[in-house]
């Protein structure tokens, strides 16, 4: 690996920033730690990657507590002064205007105000890797504040993050009982993941009836269990259906929303391509053109 690339590549990795807060033999101090990720929910892990010069190191090494306050976007000078300057050199925390305090419930590190997420944190291990060393910590307390914006980093720059962006999905207007019965099939999930197969033939789709209680027609298609291979499981419902196919494993991916008046249903398909080996069963082949959600799925 050439380093002189890898050095400018690394640089693009983006970041929050949080500021580390300890309180040990070294006195109180706060260090900015671009590395620190939750790690684990249950119980709340957090890791933040230290160097085992910083005095930050040394403190949390005794005192066994730290505090993790992610920054807001209106914390630049914060968390200049917590990572441009080191304990040994100036208590940073005394610097004039620079920090606001928030009482400390269950550690006596200071905790700082203005930040977007605070948790207190009890040391669970400490793992040297590479040049810094992965001090991992249980959350005791956590709280937010809904109303800040966390502070970004990328590049040696600070950025404010931008705005949202919205998966795309094509939506297509169906009618009540279509989207009633994909509504029931998703029991209330977000996104109703499904898996289909489209065998065309001279600009016609293959349709099935659905089920036994509906004859709303569309491609042969099912709700995989989570975890199931897609391809086996359509594979399986295609010989249930009497239909003997051969399915071409290249997935095709339709992000949908299904509209209905002011109701919406999120669909992900999964879909292959097929073609029909011999038929047993009668089944029905419909032009995709009058039918917006079967010329979506099969185009
Ligand atoms: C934006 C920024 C991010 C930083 N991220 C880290 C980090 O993830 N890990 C680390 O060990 N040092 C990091 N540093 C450097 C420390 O904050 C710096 O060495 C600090 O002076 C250590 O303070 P202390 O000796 O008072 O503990 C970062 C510095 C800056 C400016």
Redesign the pocket.
């Known amino acids: 690996m050439n380093r002189k690339t890898a050095e400018k590549a690394q640089r693009y990795f983006t970041t929050g ?1 949080s500021l580390i807060t300890s309180f040990g033999p070294h006195g109180q ?8 990720m939750q790690i684990s929910y249950k119980p709340m892990l957090i890791a ?4 085992e ?5 040394k403190n949390i090494k005794k005192t066994k507590e730290f505090g993790i306050n992610v920054s807001s976007e209106r914390q630049t000078m914060a ?2 002064i ?7 050199e100036i208590d ?1 925390l005394k610097i004039k205007e620079a920090f606001e305090f928030l009482p400390s419930r269950k550690i006596k590190s200071p905790m700082i105000a203005g930040c977007i997420i605070n948790v207190e944190c009890k040391l669970v291990t400490m793992k040297k890797l590479g040049d ?1 060393t992965m001090v991992v910590g249980k959350a005791v307390t956590i709280s937010h504040d809904e109303a800040k914006k966390p502070l970004i ?1 990328h590049s040696g720059r600070y950025f404010q993050i931008g705005s949202l962006i919205e998966p795309f999905r094509k939506v297509v207007t169906v009618d009540d009982d279509v989207f009633d019965w994909f509504s029931s099939m998703s029991k209330g999930k977000f996104v109703l993941k499904c898996v289909g197969l489209i065998i065309k033939s001279n600009n016609r789709v293959l349709v099935l009836k659905q089920t036994k209680n509906t004859s709303y027609l569309t491609i042969p298609f099912v709700v995989p269990k989570r975890g199931t291979e897609y391809l086996k499981i359509l594979d399986f419902y295609m010989q249930k259906s009497g239909l003997s196919t051969t399915i071409n494993n290249i997935p095709i991916l339709k992000r949908l929303t299904l509209k209905n008046k002011k109701k919406i249903q999120r669909i992900n398909f999964v879909l292959f391509e097929g073609r029909l080996k011999s038929n047993i069963k009668d089944h029905i082949w419909k032009s995709s053109k009058l039918n917006p959600l079967l010329h979506i799925l099969s185009n």
């Not at 101090?29 to 620190?36: G, R």
């Not at 010069?53 to 190191?57: H, L």
């Open positions: 920033i101090n706060v260090m900015a730690a671009e590395w620190t933040v990657f230290i160097h010069n910083s005095v930050t190191f968390v200049n917590a990572g441009g300057y080191s304990r040994r940073k810094h980093y």
